[in-house]
């Protein structure tokens, strides 16, 4: 396993310099320090997804200014191989809330998606963004509590700043951050998770959010993957 040191540079590897303001800004906190250290205790005991390179992806596949949609879901996929750092996204697995989402999609948009890959999506400003970024081998939410809530956080009320964002949350995980959410647009639904999906259907989640973007005069989120 690799030294601290290799741990850290992997983890802060491509990160766009437009969000180093935020990274400068939680390293001075109390918690970060600890947040980082038991993550790297884990990865060197456990089988822990996405790899170390891609747990924090979603700050570098966009930059702060490009920023239109954040999407919120539970955690990384818990089986090997599928995480690639994006909530929902996978270059190997068409996953079965993944699977969920893209029926929504069609009956909303008319899009018909098969490429699990939600890569475009985050070339567009759409941050793909999990409650937690990491996540045990078998072992869904194993991560929750280990300060990334506190990360979450922060950066919600980083973004505050911004104007004519839209949040999309799914799940009661996700829906804990609307208390820290400020003059945002917000859409709301079940998880698409097969234990929720017939609950989730219907939401209009998509054509709701490029109806705002549009308004404000924000070019739209393509749905298509790829």
Same mark, same amino acid.
């Given at each position: 396993?690799?030294?601290?040191?290799?741990?850290?540079?992997?983890?802060?590897?491509?990160?766009?310099?437009?969000?180093?303001?935020?990274?400068?800004?939680?390293?001075?906190?109390?918690?970060?320090?600890?947040?980082?250290?038991?993550?790297?205790?884990?990865?060197?005991?456990?089988?822990?997804?996405?790899?170390?390179?891609?747990?924090?992806?979603?700050?570098?596949?966009?930059?702060?200014?490009?920023?239109?949609?954040?999407?919120?879901?539970?955690?990384?996929?818990?089986?090997?191989?599928?995480?690639?750092?994006?909530?929902?996204?996978?270059?190997?697995?068409?996953?079965?809330?993944?699977?969920?989402?893209?029926?929504?999609?069609?009956?909303?948009? /008319?899009?018909?998606?098969? =490429? %699990?890959? &939600? @890569?475009?999506? !985050?070339? +567009? /400003?759409?941050?793909?963004? =999990? %409650?937690? &970024? @990491?996540?045990? !081998?078998? +072992?869904?939410?194993?991560?929750?509590?280990?300060?990334?809530?506190?990360?979450?956080?922060?950066?919600?009320?980083?973004?505050?700043?911004?104007?004519?964002?839209?949040?999309?949350?799914?799940?009661?995980?996700?829906?804990?951050?609307?208390?820290?959410?400020?003059?945002?647009?917000?859409?709301?639904?079940?998880?698409?998770?097969?234990?929720?999906?017939?609950?989730?259907?219907?939401?209009?989640?998509?054509?709701?959010?490029?109806?705002?973007?549009?308004?404000?005069?924000?070019?739209?989120?393509?749905?298509?993957?790829?």
């Amino acid at each position: 396993m690799h030294n601290i040191n290799t741990f850290k540079n992997l983890l802060y590897s491509n990160i766009d310099d437009s969000w180093l303001d935020f990274f400068k800004q939680e390293q001075s906190q109390p918690y970060y320090d600890k947040l980082i250290d038991t993550l790297y205790e884990t990865y060197t005991k456990e089988e822990v997804y996405p790899s170390i390179e891609n747990i924090f992806r979603v700050f570098k596949d966009m930059s702060y200014d490009s920023l239109k949609v954040i999407i919120i879901g539970q955690d990384p996929y818990h089986t090997p191989g599928v995480a690639d750092g994006l909530a929902f996204s996978s270059k190997i697995k068409l996953a079965p809330s993944l699977r969920n989402i893209f029926k929504e999609i069609e009956s909303d948009c /008319g899009i018909v998606n098969t =490429n %699990s890959d &939600l @890569s475009y999506w !985050s070339k +567009q /400003g759409v941050m793909l963004l =999990n %409650s937690a &970024l @990491s996540v045990v !081998s078998g +072992q869904p939410n194993s991560h929750q509590k280990l300060g990334w809530a506190t990360f979450i956080k922060h950066l919600i009320l980083y973004l505050n700043q911004k104007k004519h964002l839209v949040y999309i949350l799914w799940g009661n995980h996700a829906k804990d951050y609307a208390k820290y959410i400020s003059n945002q647009y917000i859409i709301d639904g079940y998880h698409p998770s097969p234990f929720s999906a017939s609950k989730y259907y219907g939401g209009k989640y998509f054509s709701r959010c490029n109806d705002y973007l549009k308004k404000h005069q924000i070019n739209q989120i393509d749905w298509r993957t790829l």
